[in-house]
Structure formats: C-alpha cells, structure tokens
C-alpha cells in the first residue's frame, strides 16, 4: 500500500508534464482548431538547444530555459509559416499532414546532427530523491510540479485577465465574428504559437531534466502523450488537459506497478476508449480557450 | 496539349529515374565491385547503424587504397552500396529487394535490428538451388542483428554476431565461481526489444536456472523507449539483491540508472547487456553509467585494435564497438573468398557469383578477427550453423571510459 501510494506521488507529479504537454496541444488546437502534430518538435527542439549555452559555457539552469525558450519560439514561428500560413480556409486536415511532414523533418534533423545519440542534460534539482515520512519523491518530479502550476496559473491569467486572452477566446469560439469586431485572426494565431512555444521550450527543459538526457525519440513521446491528454480531457479544454495530464500520469504509474509495463499502455488506451465511448467529450469536455 | 506535353516530359523523368539505375555502367567492365549493407542509418538505432557503416567503409577503403581486389586478373575497387532501414521492418524488405535487384551487390552486410532481419531473412531462399523457391539469392553476412538462431531462417545468412547465450553462461559460472558470496539477483529487460526480451529469456534465465546459485528476487520489464521507470526500480528497490542484471540498451539504461540513483538503489554489481560496450552510454550517462560491466567481443586491447578504433572516428565518426568491428571483419574476409572465388563479376553472373562467394564462406572455418580467433561453424552445426564463435571479454565503465575488467589469458599478452 505504501508503495502504491508513492507511485500515485509519483504519477501525479510526473502527470504535470503530461498536463503542460496536453495544454500546449490543447491551445493550439482551440484558438486554430487545427492540430499541429510538429509541437512535439518544438518542444525536443527547445530542449536541444537549451544545452548549447551549457556545452558552451557551463550556463547556469534560468539561462537554459530561456535559450530554450527562445529556440522554440522560432521553431514554433517556422511551423506556423511553412505549415499552416498558406493552407487556405477549409482545408482543415491538410495542417495535419503538413505538420506530420515537419515533425519528421526536425526529428531527422536532430537524429543526423547526433547520431542519434542522447545527450546528456544537467539537472539542477540533483539526482537523490528526498524523503517526505514514508515516501520517497524525486526533486525533478517536484520541479515539474511547481512548474506546472506556474505556468498554467499565468496562461490563466493571460487568458481571463488580459485583453490578448479575450482575443484568444473571441478567435477560438467565433473567428467571423472577431474579425468583424476588429480582432486580428492572425495576429491571434501568431501570438499563440509565440505563447504554446514558450511553453514548449519550457516543456523541453523538464523533460529532458526528467530523463536526465534529450534524445531524438522525445517528439513523438510527446507528441503521443499529448494526443492522449487533449482527448482524454476534452477537445480544446485548458482544464481537461490538466485533469487528463493528471489522471494519465497516476494511471501509468500504478498500472506498471500492479501490472507490469506491457500492460500499462493497453490499459491507458482502454481508457481512452471507454471515455471517447461514453463520453466523448472528454473527461472536462467544456471550452475554455 | 500542353497538359499531355507536362505529362509527357513527367513520364520520361520517371522512366529514366526507373532505368537510371539499371543502365548504369558497373561491375568488372568499369573496374567495380559492389558490395552492400542496411542499416538502421536514421531512427532511434541510428547509432549502431552509423558505426557499422563507417566500420565496413573503413575495411572499403583500405582495401582500395591497398589496389582493390583481384577479380578474373583485373583489380577492381570496392563500392559500399547502403541502405536505410531504420530500425524498421517495412522499410528493411524494401531495402533488401533493392540491394538484390536494382543495387545489385555481391552480398550486404547488416541489419542493425534483430526485429528487421527476422522479415528480412524470411524473403531469402529457403533452400539452395531450389527452382520452385523464389526467395530472394542474396548472401547476407551480418554484424549486428544479435537474436539467437538467426543464421537458420536461410542457408543465404551467415553471422559474425555474439553468441549471448554462451557470454551469459559464462557471466553466470564466474560469478559463482569468483564472487560466491553474491547470491541473489534481479533482472530488468526491454520487453518491446527482440534483443534484449531474447537475451534475459534465451540467455541469462537458462544460465541462472541452469548453475542454480543465484536466487532471482525480482525481474521487471519495461519499453526500448520508456523513460519513467520509478514503479520498476521501487520493485528493484524492494527486492534489495546483490547483481542487477540491466538487460537494457543505452536509450532506456541511462533513465533507469537515473531513477536508481534517485531511489538508492545500489546492487554491489550491475551488468549490462551486449550492446551497452559501446560509446553511446559513455556520452548519454558517463557518471551514472560508472561501475557498469557489459560482455562483448570487442575492446581495444592490441595495437590492431586501437589502430581501427582512431581511424573509424577519426574518418567517419564511427563508434567501434561489438557490433560494429564485426562489418570490418566481414568485409575484409569476403575480400580474400571474392579472389579465391574465380568470379566474372557482371551483371549476368551475380547470381552464380553470390552463390560461390556463399559456397566459400560455409567452408572457412576459423579466421583471424581483430582481436582474436573466430570460429565460423559449417552449415550442418547442429545447434547453430554459419554462427561463429569468438573470444569474449569483459569490460567495465571506469573514470567515463570502457576498460577491460575481465579477458581470457590468451588474449591478455596482445
């Protein structure tokens, strides 16, 4: 029981990556309603780069996040222009395909420049878990936590508590409308990519930490990961990224516990079936973006 | 019209993209020889693929370089033709129908994963000089792809792979021979990886069961590509035993270590899986990697080796490792059975010529390796035909770098 107990810890933390991933997909997809499948390049594109001001000069772990975060704000910019600019109206699927194309391309890319070999990242958390009574919690794992918490508390207040978030809202549930009312459509879209790949470029950062490498295989991770949760939580749903991030993260640890890893994902997609089933709007299931 | 003429000037693109590379000049009459490989050369295994690539181009050059090979009188240069099949099985049939029929090589060296030559291996022909069979009469000597029993799927497959179940045989009598006092065990494994599922339930679970010293306490599995084991290592923490067996690859051993590391756990002695010997490990997770000793076939233990290890990263970058030393082995060996072979090396002779070069290798016997011996067995060996044996050493991860903590007297004077 104590162990089970510590894999849900456990789960839960390491579901706030889950959530931030989900919340990136999620953005994207209520603002364009459009799915930008290359977001998990961004996101293994901000964490490579975020390791070239320390292969440099030893920098410390803000200056990583920020040159990160940089990095995936010109490759989400790059996504946005080369994927999604030139796709006319009503062509909602071909984004899909395009962004498909780009995600292979950034990957392959990264897999040539390493030869696909990880590469090491520096934790600044330190490799020891702490001990909290019985259990045992890994400081990485509370990092993502808190991290988790940041950045979904200010996309919440940009979102309710600014002007650009009324945008955003507008933009996502009626774009004719915020047109005729003087919202820029594309100005909004811009602005969410620079906004879902900050995000991604911090995303990167804790995965990576996470791992303890970046390697050529973390889009589609992420990339999977981030599909599951959207879905799971509901389509275009800020919450139900956060609930499904949560929910997916505590079930994958405690079915590999009870069950092993070759049931792990069996059950998380029975999951996904069942809820799409029963209730196909997802988990939340109610628009907030 | 002007449509039908777009359509026109694109039909004669792919026509000649189609026959370009057919009517290409090649063979004897322009001084070549072509030899091929697929590789996982893009993907999560590119690593591995890249090596033995630079490896068997290194053997390609120096041969070259020392005038080429002689074939009916005339020196002819080696051509490296290779393919890309990342890792993949789809893309490994498609590549293998290319080295046959479009590539056209004498014989190909690879694949990387054991998933790929599985397929790859069933489209070869089951039996020589089979009419009815219409499998694919390619020579296969392969340097990677390291599942036990491979060789049998084809009498057009021979390996100079490790033999694992013999390296964890022997891991197993010298623990309990040299270390009696280490008597549990636990095991993790990559139950998605043909390899690594085939090492704990092919290998070391027979040799456990068969010295009958070692208690296992616990074995847990997870993905090639997973990289949250807290759940797993809890149970490893739990089960307290003295040797972790981590039957994993470097892509899911470096988290693993992490999240060891992270709940203390800490066996008095971890081994690791074949293909762990190699530098990947060394750059993705060098301090948590420390202490690890892995089995392999290769180490830079005599001027030879060292002289190939410089080399192959100084020209390509190239890792040499277990499985990649095994392409330059077979290249240069091929070599001498092509001058031996009496070939007419065109294109109307690749059939005959491949079947010669194969009839040759199932008669060499023993040769000389990098470092030592090796033993290719004949094709009527009743437990694995046109396998080799060879030396095994021991290597342990020491200040970031592979030293050699075990190998066998005869090998020690080199």
Known sequence: MLDATEQFINGLMFGCLYALIGGGFTILFGVMRRFNMAYGSTIMAGAYVALVPVYLFRAPAWLMVLTGIAAAVLVGLLVEFCCFRFIKKGHELAPLMTTIGMLIVINEAIVHATDAVGLKYPSPFGDVALELGQFLVRRDYLAVLVAGVVCFTLIFLLLYRTRFGRAMRAVAERPEAAQILGVSVRRVNVLTFVLTSALAGVIGFFAAVSVGSARPDMAFFVTGKGLVVMVLGGLGSLPGAIVGGLVLGVLEFEATWFLGATYRDILAFVILFLVLVFRPQGLVGTRTT | ?414
């Open chain 2, 1 to 414: 019209m002007k449509r039908l003429t777009g359509f026109k000037v694109i039909a004669l693109v792919a026509v000649a993209l189609l026959l370009g590379p057919v009517a290409a000049p090649a063979f004897q009459g322009e001084g070549t020889l072509r030899i091929g490989g697929m590789w996982a050369l893009s993907g999560g295994a590119a690593f591995f693929g890249k090596a033995a690539l630079g490896l068997a181009t290194l053997a390609a050059d120096e041969i070259n370089e020392a005038g080429g090979v002689t074939v009916a009188g005339k020196r002819v240069k080696i051509t490296m033709h290779p393919q890309d099949d990342a890792c993949n099985a789809e893309q490994g049939l498609a590549a293998v129908r290319r080295l046959a029929t479009v590539d056209k090589v004498l014989f190909s060296l690879g694949p990387t994963c054991s998933s790929v030559a599985e397929p790859v291996f069933g489209t070869l022909q089951k039996k020589l000089g089979d009419s009815g069979d219409t499998g694919l009469q390619l020579l296969f000597f392969t340097d990677t792809a390291t599942k036990f029993g491979l060789a049998k799927l084809s009498p057009w497959v021979f390996r100079n792979t490790p033999d694992e179940p013999a390296m964890y045989d022997f891991i197993v009598k010298y623990l309990k021979e040299t270390k009696p006092e280490l008597k549990t065990v636990m095991v993790s494994y990559e139950s998605d990886f043909a390899h690594s599922a085939a090492t704990w339930k092919g290998a070391l679970e027979p040799a456990l069961k068969k010295y009958g010293h070692h208690e296992i306490k616990e074995v847990v599995d997870w993905r090639w590509l997973d990289t949250e084991m807290g759940a797993q290592i809890t149970k490893l923490r739990r089960a307290n035993a003295d040797v972790y067996f981590a039957l994993a690859h470097t892509t899911s051993m470096c988290p693993s270590l992490k999240e060891m590391k992270s709940q203390r756990v800490r066996p008095k002695m971890i081994i690791g899986i074949t293909s762990l010997a190699g530098t990947e490990v060394l750059i993705n997770c060098p301090d948590l990697a420390e202490g690890v000793i892995s089995p392999t076939n290769f180490a830079p233990i005599n001027p030879k080796a060292k002289q190939i290890a410089d080399k192959s990263w100084e020209k390509y970058k190239a890792d040499s490792n277990i499985h990649s030393v095994p392409a330059y082995e077979n290249v240069h060996l091929i070599k001498g059975l092509i001058e031996k072979a009496q070939l007419k090396n065109t294109e109307e002779s690749l059939l005959e010529d491949r079947r010669k070069v194969r009839d040759l290798l199932a008669k060499v016997g023993t040769f000389q390796g990098v470092i030592g011996k090796i033993t290719l067995h004949p094709e009527d060996h009743p437990v694995k035909p046109r396998d080799v044996d060879k030396d095994m050493l021991l290597v342990q991860v020491k200040n970031a770098k592979w030293s050699v903590f075990w190998a066998p007297p005869h090998l020690k004077g080199n």
